[in-house]
């Protein structure tokens, strides 16, 4: 890869990473549902107006919405509502290279081979001492909604894959349309009319900025710079770089969070990563289709998460799509940043 575009994929990583603590810092201002809306609704308009229709079957198209719009970002932005600090978050949801690679083998008949299997089962170790670590510091429930979220991004990296979008971009775009009405009728349910209201009526400079960052930079800018590298290099260059998500995520936590980082979770990091390596870029059992590559990041659309990249028939985030992405299937943080929609997976609510 050329220098300038070896800059490039560091700087979406670094742009999902801290999507995260933008995303605890919003949520200070919004309850978790309607900030995700929110979220979503700014990343679609108005670009849907641009990008021409989609290129997919309508099915995939809200498919993917939901669950990687409503249940994947939903559960992130509740489990960090409720305790899960965004350092953590990012790391945790890198998980979802296993949840990818367990689906795709019981949906597409990918055989995962021996190394893979042996890189599921290191990063469940690591998941496993985060557990231990975050069971002794915090809410035990906001670390199962972040796990479940990370199963949702796996899911929703397989539906990507049977879908094979032409464009990821303009996917990514329709994706992020279909969660907002169903966010916002969760929203008024669970949090309330009051609570929305009281939010949009305090809505200031910091409130705007923060929706239009896991909007449209870690969205819009991440899931379309990691497209254009995608469409330059194979999968197998890009993707590694999404493993340095939960690298910027937990050391912008640690900074601008004052997030304090125990020896534990660092042997849990360590783990994760390097598991999530062996998962994401090892050669599968038996020949098949490439798997989405790397998911979005948590961050943002798809997240967190972004389009979700094909991998290579040698690779095994899911990188991001809209929000946010991480190593297994791409699409896309979201936020999640999870946002990316995404680099690719966590703190004191402000």
């Given at each position: 890869m050329r220098t300038t575009h070896i800059a490039l994929a560091v700087l979406v990583t670094a742009v999902w990473g801290v999507n995260f603590v933008v995303i605890e810092v919003g949520l200070g201002h919004f309850p978790p549902l309607l900030f995700s809306a929110l979220r979503f609704l700014a990343a679609a308009l108005p670009a849907v107006f641009f990008v021409g229709r989609p290129k997919v079957a309508w099915k995939w198209v809200i498919g993917v919405g939901l669950v990687l719009g409503v249940a994947k970002f939903g559960l992130l932005f509740v489990g960090m509502d409720q305790g899960?600090?965004?350092?953590?978050?990012?790391l945790v949801l890198q998980i979802q290279a296993?949840?990818?690679?367990?689906?795709?083998?019981?949906a597409l008949g990918e055989r995962p081979g021996r190394v893979r299997l042996l890189g599921m089962a290191v990063a469940l170790v690591g998941i496993a001492v985060a557990a231990v670590d975050e069971g002794t510091s915090g809410p035990l429930l906001a670390f199962?909604?972040?796990i479940a979220a990370a199963a949702c991004w796996g899911v929703s990296n397989v539906l990507t894959r049977k879908a094979s979008p032409?464009?990821?971009?303009?996917?990514?775009?329709?994706?992020?349309?279909?969660?907002?009405?169903?966010?916002?009728g969760l929203s008024l349910l669970f949090e309330g009319p009051t609570a929305d209201l009281a939010a949009l009526r305090a809505l200031d400079g910091?409130?705007?900025g923060v929706i239009l960052y896991v909007a449209w930079v870690t969205t819009v800018f991440g899931f379309g710079a990691w497209g254009f590298l995608l469409r330059r290099y194979p999968a197998s260059s890009v993707a590694p770089f999404s493993l340095l998500v939960p690298v910027f995520g937990m050391s912008s936590a640690a900074l601008l969070l004052s997030e304090s980082v125990s020896p534990l979770r660092w042997c849990a990091a360590a783990l994760l990563v390097g598991g999530?390596?062996?998962?994401s870029l090892s050669r599968t059992g038996s020949p098949?289709?490439?798997?989405?590559?790397?998911?979005?990041?948590?961050?943002?659309?798809?997240?967190?998460?972004a389009p979700v990249e094909p991998i290579p028939a040698a690779s095994a985030p899911a990188g991001p799509?809209?929000?946010e992405p991480a190593p297994a299937t791409s699409t896309p943080a979201a936020n999640g940043p999870a946002g990316s929609l995404t680099p690719g997976s966590s703190p004191t609510r402000t």
């Open positions: 899960m600090p965004a350092g953590l978050s990012s296993v949840f990818t690679a367990l689906f795709a083998a019981v199962t909604l972040l032409p464009d990821a971009l303009n996917f990514m775009v329709w994706v992020s349309a279909v969660p907002v009405l169903p966010l916002l910091t409130g705007i999530v390596a062996l998962t098949a289709t490439p798997l989405p590559s790397t998911p979005l990041p948590a961050t943002s659309l798809p997240v967190e998460p799509v809209l929000a």
